[in-house]
């Protein structure tokens, strides 16, 4: 069974530290998503790339986040500096074009101390 | 206001319930309408599309009204595994084309 995979599963760092996480979709996906979940804000869209081409990342602060994709087989998101608001449960996702259902990865949840 | 609005909850029922949500959106560029469920702890999975004309599987029914621009969920005969949080997503086929989530409803089936 496909499976969307993420990596670490849990991050605990101080504020100021990079922090990276990592998601490989199911093979053949095209399109990748990030999302950070919260209690107060719910699940909130950070970045997607279809075809590993980034398409929006207006939900994403630009001075301290990254995402990228230097291949088919893996994104990553970055923080850097990171900060105690950053900490929640990061999502990847992936998709065959952006009408299929989104298939989830388990998360890395984040604690920024 | 958020573009995908839901009741939070929690929906406390007891087993053998029907129980019903609501979700407005506010973008009429809204063009796909899902339900996702997420347990405790555990990532979203697609629950079921919500069409047009309204669609069942088994215990649940999804409903559409764009004129209202809103989306309804209801589950028949409430099991305790249908204790979740149901998000309500929709998607605009112009501009952002990703998914937009609600922040949730938890329900919690009770014995």
Known sequence: ?113 | RKEVEQDPGPFNVPEGATVAFNCTYSNSASQSFFWYRQDCRKEPKLLMSVYSSGNEDGRFTAQLNRASQYISLLIRDSKLSDSATYLCVVKRDTGRRALTFGSGTRLQVQP
Not at chain 1, 38 to 64: H, I, V
Request: glycine share 6%; hydrophobic share 35%; charged share 20%.
């Open chain 1, 1 to 113: 069974d496909a499976r969307v995979t993420q990596t670490p599963r849990h991050k605990v760092t101080e504020m100021g530290q990079e922090v990276t996480m990592r998601c490989q979709p199911i093979l053949g996906h095209n399109t990748v998503f990030w999302y950070r979940q919260t209690m107060m804000q719910g699940l909130e869209l950070l970045a997607y790339f279809r075809n590993r081409a980034p398409l929006d990342d207006s939900g994403m602060p630009k001075d301290r986040f990254s995402a990228e994709m230097p291949d088919a087989t893996l994104a990553t998101l970055k923080i850097q500096p990171s900060e105690p608001r950053d900490s929640a449960v990061y999502f990847c996702a992936s998709g065959l074009q952006e009408q299929s259902p989104l298939h989830f990865g388990n998360g890395t949840r984040l604690t920024v101390t």
